[in-house]
């Protein structure tokens, strides 16, 4: 999956250029506290705020049978309210000493981060810590994980249940993931949302919420030895629960074994579109595979100069878009997706049959190594265009800890991308979209029957 895009290709080169120099200017310093918790610093010193992140290696991959929707949940819960902290105190503390705040759930992991001045950082910390020991869950129906768990249903509703294009979306995604952790999406099956108690609640918080199984990631104008004894003061003192976190549900994703077609109709849908989806891979599973593919995927649809583009947009003007994408910074396999829309009038038979005869005039023929160097590039030179967000930086370190990585995989991965090979590049197309691959074909259209 490409990594975060900003400005235009000579501003990314330009910037790539000049920052390698300085590398060693935002490395990550990490260590460790006594009670597990690893830390993170990642030096920015540009102004005076910081990013404070703590990462917990829990997300809806991990949730019990029957119990989806948990992780995600508890994301809302843990805003609500502590021993110390009433209703909606610390949101408002946040804001009154000039901070935001927010978080967000994966399959792989739940994140909450705060940026701030960096002489907040240690009520910051402070926070955290109170809700990674005192969250108040209770019965009462007016209650933090009541409330919250409606909520949540009324989010699904209105993100999922009422859009068409992610229905149809969660239709390929549970076929896709068939048997595996990742089939249920991350706000869960409405039923089991519904059905999820303060019991669930607690025993989920008890099991997951704890040092040792948390990342603390600080970017900003601190230094590692500021750190340290903020993170000392405030989560050192956190005895590690003992709990027996077991290991993750990671496993590997079965290939598809057959081709289906999935079509979705709604008055509410405006523009029709057709996708592919492919059993891909991931960096974690096979990060060579995963890079060349990126690369190769970037030459194929990824902007504006592809293949596809410019054949489909620009030269037959039979869609009015054209991409392939990957999902490969999932800790296990993620699809490789094909995806257009189709200009008026245009058929989604038409449209499928210019998109196959490119792909496999791509899978014959191959690229040029000029393509693929300027793919490589591009795609290295937007990740080190993204260290110069502090907040870009904060996610990528602690997103590839929690999924087990490691800080060189970052580092490392401007070069690595660069190092990709025209060969390497429509190998890994190859291996993903040849002739004895199975797909899910989804089809959205604004009726039924239209096309």
Do not use: C
Not at 66 to 78: Q, R
Not at 151 to 180: F, T
Not at 202 to 210: G, I, M, N, Q, T
């Amino acid at each position: 999956m490409k990594r975060i895009f900003a400005g235009g290709l000579f501003a990314l080169s330009a910037f790539a250029s000049s920052a390698v120099a300085d590398e060693s200017a935002w490395t990550p310093t990490v260590f460790n506290l006594d009670n597990g918790m690893e830390v993170v610093v990642v030096p920015d010193h540009r102004a005076p705020v910081v990013t404070h992140m703590v990462w917990y290696k829990v997300g809806a991959v991990d949730e019990a049978e029957g119990k989806s929707g948990i992780a995600h949940l508890f994301e809302h819960v843990m805003f609500k309210e502590t021993d110390d902290l009433a209703p909606g105190e610390f949101d408002s503390i946040v804001s009154r000493n000039g901070g935001v705040s927010n978080a967000f759930t994966s399959w792989d992991y739940t994140a909450y981060f705060e940026r701030v001045a960096k002489d907040q950082l240690g009520t910051m910390m402070a926070l955290e810590a109170e809700r990674m020991t005192d969250l108040v869950i209770n019965d009462d129906p007016d209650g933090p994980f009541i409330s919250e768990r409606d909520v949540v249903k009324e989010e699904r509703r209105q993100r999922i249940d009422n859009n068409p294009g992610v229905i149809l979306q969660e239709m390929v995604l549970s076929e896709l993931w068939k048997g595996h952790p990742y089939e249920i999406t991350i706000i869960g099956n409405m039923d089991e949302v519904a059905a999820l108690t303060p019991a669930d609640g607690l025993a989920f918080y008890k099991e997951y919420y704890s040092p040792e199984n948390a990342i603390l990631v600080v970017a900003g104008d601190v230094t590692p030895e500021e750190v340290r004894v903020l993170a000392e003061e405030h989560y050192g003192t956190i005895a590690p629960t003992g709990t027996a976190h077991g290991e993750r549900k990671w496993a590997p994703v079965a290939p598809l074994t057959e081709t289906k077609e999935l079509v979705y109709s709604d008055p509410k849908v405006r523009q029709p579109s057709w996708s592919r989806y492919y059993s891909g891979t991931s960096e974690t599973r096979d990060r060579e595979l995963s890079y060349a593919l990126d690369v190769g995927l970037e030459v194929l649809g990824g902007g504006m100069t592809s293949r596809l583009y410019q054949s489909l947009v620009e030269d037959q003007q039979i869609a009015i878009n054209a991409n392939t994408y990957a999902w490969t910074t999932l800790h296990d396999e993620g699809p490789a997706i094909i995806t257009a829309s189709p200009a008026p009038g245009v058929t989604l038979d038409v449209l499928e049959a210019a998109i196959m005869a490119e792909v496999e005039k791509v899978l014959e023929e191959g690229f040029t190594d000029a393509e693929v160097e300027r793919a490589r590039n591009s795609l290295a030179a937007q990740a080190i265009y993204a260290r110069d967000s502090q907040s870009n930086m904060a996610n990528t370190f602690g997103s590839t800890l929690a999924l087990g990585g490691s800080i060189e995989d970052v580092l490392d991965y401007p070069d690595a991308m660069r190092a990709i090979t025209t060969e390497q590049a429509i190998a890994a197309v190859r291996e993903i979209f040849g002739a004895d691959r199975h797909y899910i074909e989804a089809h959205l259209l604004p009726a039924e029957g239209d096309s």
